[in-house]
Structure formats: structure tokens, C-alpha cells
T-cell receptor
């Protein structure tokens, strides 16, 4: 049962344009969402997060949007840079369980930013 | 400030053997979580340790066990290895508390032959 889904395995965007990565979830108990970026041979690196009480969070070139009614979130990268080429994972957690919330991940989207 | 470190980086074992993977959390962190990432998949939660006790567990058999030491470092042990245990094993550390960001180490790549 895939509770967090990233339906696009890959995405190619030109440098300077906007990259939009999408994520859907099914578990209505999830109330905290995160995006991680992963380069080959490295662990996932935290990018940005959003709580379910918000619908948008910005950090520099990265913005995450949350649509709770649709159980959908997206990560916007503007402008995209070649160094953004990586695999992006969406993760979700229910903060009401446990000491530190366990993360449920999607399968990832490979972003390639071309020159 | 050292981030999360894991050892070894790579490991090759044969079916039926046992393996121990190690993790040192980021300085100041007291909670360690372990994840398994199979090829082409996202990381899957194995278990989490805080105050030297297993606090949460994912859908993994008892062959997967762990330990946390007083200095917050942690071990993941896998007994009776199966071919399907071949994966990248990631350790993440955080402060205790819901919503605390988890920071990942580079992982240990395990190949079971």
C-alpha cells in the first residue's frame, strides 16, 4: 500500500525555467510533509517542509504547496539550475505518533536540468 | 560540526550470514532512525531508537534488530540474510519530538550474494 506517491519517475527542465515536482498521499493522518534531494552515493538532504496548517512555504528558490483537500503537494524550483539535477523524494509523517515522526517516502522523481 | 556518519560504506555478504551496520548521529541529536532503500524505491522505515530503546518499528521481520548506545550511536543488525536484503541502509538522526527534521547519513550499501 503506497501511502505516498510520486507518479512521475523523471522530469527534464531547461536551466532557468520552473521545475514542478508532484506528490500525492492517501493517509489523512499525515500532517507534516518534507522534500529531500538525493545525489548518487549520498544520503537524502533535507530541502523544505510544510505543516498541514499551512498551504505554502518558501525558502529561497524552493516553494512547497500543500492542497489538503486533494491530498496533494508540489515542490516548485525557480529558477532551475544544473546543480538541482538529483532525485527528489517527497516524505510525510503523522506527528501524533512516536517520539520523532517516522517518515513515509514516495519513490522519487529524477530531475534533470539541462543547459 | 560532523553530520551523520555511517560505516562501512559498502559490504558484501552471502545468504544466511549476519551483518552489523553502524551509525553516529549528528552532534546534539539523540534519536536515530534506520531506513532501507531498495533499488528504484524510496527509503522504508525500519525502526527508531531513543534513550537506548526501540520506540517505533516499521514492517520488518525480527531478523532486523538494533541497539543504541549511551553516546546515541546506533547499530542495525540483520540475521539470516536473504538476497532481498540487498539495499542501501540509511541512518537518520534528529532531536526527539514530532516534526523534528531528520538528517541522513550517506548510507551503507549491502549486497547479499
Amino acid at each position: 500500500d503506497q501511502q505516498v506517491k510520486q507518479n512521475s519517475p523523471s522530469l527534464s527542465v531547461q536551466e532557468g525555467r520552473i521545475s514542478i515536482l508532484n506528490c500525492d498521499y492517501t493517509n489523512s493522518m499525515f500532517d507534516y510533509f518534507l522534500w529531500y534531494k538525493k545525489y548518487p552515493a549520498e544520503g537524502p538532504t533535507f530541502l523544505i517542509s510544510i505543516s498541514s496548517i499551512k498551504d505554502k512555504n518558501e525558502d529561497g528558490r524552493f516553494t512547497v504547496f500543500l492542497n489538503k483537500s486533494a491530498k496533494h503537494l508540489s515542490l516548485h524550483i525557480v529558477p532551475s539550475q544544473p546543480g538541482d539535477s538529483a532525485v527528489y523524494f517527497c516524505a510525510a509523517s503523522d506527528r501524533n505518533t512516536g517520539t520523532a515522526s517516522k517518515l513515509t517516502f514516495g519513490t522519487g522523481t529524477r530531475l534533470q536540468v539541462t543547459l | 560540526d560532523a553530520g551523520v556518519t555511517q560505516s562501512p560504506t559498502h559490504l558484501i555478504k552471502t545468504r544466511g550470514q549476519q551483518v552489523t551496520l553502524r551509525c553516529s548521529p549528528k552532534s546534539g541529536h539523540d534519536t536515530v532512525s534506520w531506513y532501507q532503500q531498495a533499488l528504484g524505491q524510496g527509503p522504508q522505515f525500519i525502526f527508531q531508537y531513543y534513550e537506548e530503546e526501540e520506540r517505533q518499528r516499521g514492517n520488518f521481520p525480527d531478523r532486523f534488530s538494533g541497539h543504541q548506545y549511551p553516546n546515541y550511536s546506533s547499530e542495525l543488525n540483520v540475521n539470516a540474510l536473504l538476497l532481498g536484503d540487498s539495499a542501501l541502509y540509511l541512518c537518520a538522526s534528529s532531536l526527539v519530538g514530532p516534526g523534528e527534521t531528520q538528517y541522513f547519513g550517506p548510507g551503507t550499501r549491502l549486497l547479499v550474494l
